[in-house]
């Protein structure tokens, strides 16, 4: 395992930074929180301005809920490493959850300078203009953040997700719609694609994914697309088997992975939304 590997390690270099940062992760991964402190704390002590072991400390300690300790690490290791965008961007994460906003705003453009394309540190700073109340300057930056990192789907998700909130639907279903393609997901259909067309007396497989939230969320337009005489049946993980049972308009239910009838057409769930003209 990792962390015999690393402690077999510092028997030959006790005093290698690097291979106390390894331990302290290893150990963290492993539940043992003493051990990953002992290990981070002595990395630091070794390595005063490698803020490596403080950004792991304060990682550590933020996913305790021990924000104020946290804070005083990251500020450390953002002070040692300003032009590095991932170090910056979780400080100002933390600082955002913490409403120190000046601050925050000041690590989110040192992130966003160092890496430009860092999609990550751009969420944050969306963040932190939603906070300000500033929902349109928070879409402008996550435009930018699409544009910049297009494989980021979470910066996708949360575009959709602020445009939708804004009220601009044309723009925000495509965009959340985004958020969930994948090539392997169309191929998994093993039917052709239905694009909006009217499809009365047809058999449409409806595919949900497998994220809950959005299942829960578009679940909702299954029935809308019944309605025009189509006989939906609707792959979803077999969790939801009980709630859907009586969603109308529903032929069959299906659980990932097996065979499907044979069908017509084929949908992402998460594309409803956008070919119904919502």
Known sequence: ???ALYRRSLTRQPRAPAAHIGLGLALRALGDRAGA???????IALAPKNPRPLLEMGRLLL???????????LRRAGALAPKDGATQTVLA?????DQQILEAAAACERAVAADSTNADAMLAFAQLLDTLDRSLDAISVLRQAVERAPESKPARRRLGESLLKSGDFAAGWPAFESAGESAADSAALAFPLWLGEPIGGKRLLVDAGEDIEDI??????????AAGGVQVHLRCPAEFFGLFAGLPGVAALLAPGGAPPACDLA????????????
């Open 1 to 3: 395992e990792a962390a």
């Open 37 to 43: 402190v002992a290990a981070l704390e002595r990395a």
């Open 63 to 73: 996913a305790e809920g021990q924000h104020d300790a946290a804070l005083d690490y």
């Open 93 to 97: 994460e933390a600082l955002i959850a």
């Open 216 to 225: 829960l969320l578009l679940a909702r337009f299954v029935p809308a697309v």
């Open 267 to 278: 949908v992402r769930l998460a594309s409803l939304p956008r070919l119904l003209g919502l």
